[in-house]
């Protein structure tokens, strides 16, 4: 038995990875084969071939993506998009969701962003009891000066679905930052702690330039 289990454990260790990566993959070029519909009908690949080619839209979708790029890039392109966002600024609920997109998505993948760079240890929801976050941000605004305290914006995801979680302004003086990597940080959060990376010889408290060690100093 003790044989059995240990084979059949060995076979899971296999499997499941590789399972759930395919599911994973699947999904995401179901999703994106959605951008084949954009080709009339009669010109789409399975009406040629006369069979379809699995994660074809993916090809389509970053096509898609790098001449939009493209053309937003130029001085043409930008007095379009100004057009476009000026006729969607005059529309009450889109206006919101819009510009809220728009600036989380400019904040997360421009070259000088720092959100979602940092993986933190809050006490959350409670004192004594700590969880991660990441951080989101650090920009002085309203909150900052009406509680007349040094805080950092900290995104908390539940677990195992990061997708879902809070949002929460914590001192920083709070906070601890972990040297860990961003992909360590969301393994540890999937895994509900299970997956553990390896700790620094040297504690991100001690470093210099941590968020500890600046309230350490100021003190």
């Known amino acids: 038995m ?8 060995a076979g899971l260790l296999v499997w499941l990875p590789l399972v759930a990566t395919f ?3 699947r999904l995401l070029a179901s999703w994106m084969d959605h951008s084949l519909l954009l080709i009339p ?37 930008r007095r379009i998009l100004g057009l476009w966002e000026r006729i969607l600024s005059r529309i ?3 206006r919101s969701v819009y510009s809220a997109v728009k600036q989380l998505a400019e904040t997360m993948f421009a070259d000088n962003g720092r959100s979602f760079r940092k993986v933190v240890l809050v006490e959350f929801p409670r004192r004594g009891l ?36 809070y949002f929460v ?15 360590d940080g969301l393994k540890m959060l999937l895994s509900m702690g299970a997956v553990v990376p390896d700790a620094p010889s040297q504690l991100p408290s001690e470093q210099p330039g941590s968020a500890l060690a ?3 100093g100021g003190a």
């Open 130 to 165: 700590w969880t991660l976050g990441f951080l989101t941000g650090s920009d002085v605004g309203e909150a900052q000066r009406m509680t007349g305290r040094d805080v950092l914006n900290v995104y908390v995801p539940t677990t195992p679905n990061p997708t879902g979680g």
């Open 2 to 9: 003790a044989m059995l289990r240990r084979y059949l454990v």
């Open 41 to 77: 009908e009669a010109y789409r690949p399975q009406n040629l071939l006369g069979f379809d080619i699995p994660g074809l839209g993916i090809v389509l979708s970053l096509l898609i993506v790098f001449f939009t790029g493209l053309v937003a890039a130029n001085l043409v392109g």
């Open 92 to 94: 009450p609920l889109v």
């Open 23 to 25: 599911l994973v993959a």
């Open 169 to 183: 302004m914590v001192p920083r003086a709070d906070v601890r930052e972990l040297t860990i990597s961003v992909d």
């Open 214 to 216: 600046r309230a350490r």
